[in-house]
């Protein structure tokens, strides 16, 4: 497709695992970000990636995230040990300059 | 730190009414700013992007401006429809650095236009 891809679209999850949420950029796009959505909040910078530069990672709420982007292009968001608190939707965008073209989301739901 | 705020949070209006909602910023050292709307259970869609350097931009019944030196944005829209429901969001890049890739966006506004 010609937009950012992201999957799972919908995550359900128990405390204490494991996830990992996929992006698929728009082709061409050298720039990727990952932005969290919590429920009655705005969106928090988690990740940046810009080429064969090293991400900004300043955004990472903690030491449980990672991330990476492959070839420049396909990213993983992971979070270890998930906590209730992690629950929120994940946007991945991307960007061939400065503006930002967003994907549909994960919603990540840990109970 | 940036700090983005838009006003109203919320707004209702009948349809064909011209609206403006607002994006304000504490710190003008900007690259760019832009608006971008998300209807329920979507991602967002870009609407508008403008560069520092430019007063506005304009697409379709849409047109925004800039007035950097006071830490504002406007977001004009021109003779409202239902489909134009959603929560508009404003964001604002810093300027190069290691922060340039940290947007720092607005609590959005949500809008109803009702036939």
């Known amino acids: 497709g010609a937009g950012v891809s992201q999957s799972p679209s919908n995550k359900v999850t128990e405390k204490g695992k494991d996830v990992e949420l996929r992006c698929d950029p728009i082709?061409?796009?050298?720039?990727l970000y990952w932005y969290r959505q919590s429920l009655g909040q705005g969106l928090e910078f988690l990740i940046y990636f810009q080429g064969n530069s090293a991400p900004d990672k300043s955004g990472l709420p903690s030491d449980r995230f990672s991330a990476e982007r492959t070839g420049g292009s396909v990213s993983t968001l992971t979070i270890q040990r998930t906590q209730q608190e992690d629950s929120a939707v994940y946007l991945c965008a991307s960007s061939p300059t400065g503006e930002l073209f967003f994907g549909e989301g994960s919603r990540l739901t840990v109970l | 730190k940036q700090e983005v705020t838009q006003i109203p949070a919320a707004l209702s209006v009948p349809e064909g009414e011209n609206l403006v909602l607002n994006c304000s910023f504490t710190d003008s050292a900007i690259y760019n700013l832009q608006w971008f709307r998300q209807d329920p259970g979507k991602g967002l869609t870009s609407l508008l992007l403008?560069?520092?350097?430019?007063r506005e931009q304009t697409s379709g019944r849409l047109n925004a401006s800039l007035d950097k030196s006071s830490g504002r944005s406007t977001l004009y829209i021109a003779a409202s429809q239902p489909g134009d429901s959603a929560t508009y969001l404003c964001a604002v890049r810093p300027v190069g650095g290691t922060s340039y890739g940290k947007l720092t966006f607005g609590q959005g506004t949500i809008l109803t236009v009702h036939p």
């Open positions: 082709s061409g796009h050298t720039a």
């Open positions: 403008i560069q520092s350097s430019q």
